[in-house]
């Protein structure tokens, strides 16, 4: 079973950077995509940034030009590099395989315990 770890959340101020990692178990990377979501206290989980077997990408409206998504199939990790922080990108961040199709990406493996990100002066 593929388990995933996500690190590299903390507190950073408005207009910050920081880079999560998602460490994957197992060979995963050669056949599924993988996504960042996030979860804000009192919301729903949403989708930040998906990147495909090939790397193809795809991002909420609400990062695009901000986080990058990228994946190294060496390392089995996939990161998401935030710039210009912003205090509503602060939330719990959780990486998972997907599945990319015209109609959506869904998530499809089980959820870690996420990386907490924290936005404030």
């Known amino acids: 079973q593929v388990q995933l770890v996500e690190s590299g959340g903390g507190l950073v101020q408005p207009g910050g950077s920081l880079r999560l990692s998602c460490a994957a178990s197992?060979?995963?990377?050669?056949?599924?995509?993988m996504g960042w979501y996030r979860q804000a206290p009192g919301k729903q989980r949403e989708l930040v940034a998906a990147?495909?077997?090939?790397?193809?990408?795809k991002y909420a409206d609400s990062v695009k030009g901000r986080f990058t998504i990228s994946r190294d199939s060496a390392k089995n990790t996939v990161y998401l590099q935030m710039n210009s922080l912003k205090p509503e990108d602060a939330a719990v961040y959780y990486c998972?395989?997907?599945?990319?199709?015209?109609?959506?990406?869904?998530?499809?493996?089980?959820w870690g315990q996420g990386t907490q990100v924290t936005v404030s002066s």
């Open positions: 998972n395989t997907v599945v990319i199709t015209s109609s959506g990406t869904y998530s499809t493996g089980s």
């Open positions: 197992g060979s995963i990377f050669s056949a599924n995509g």
């Open positions: 990147i495909s077997n090939i790397g193809r990408t």
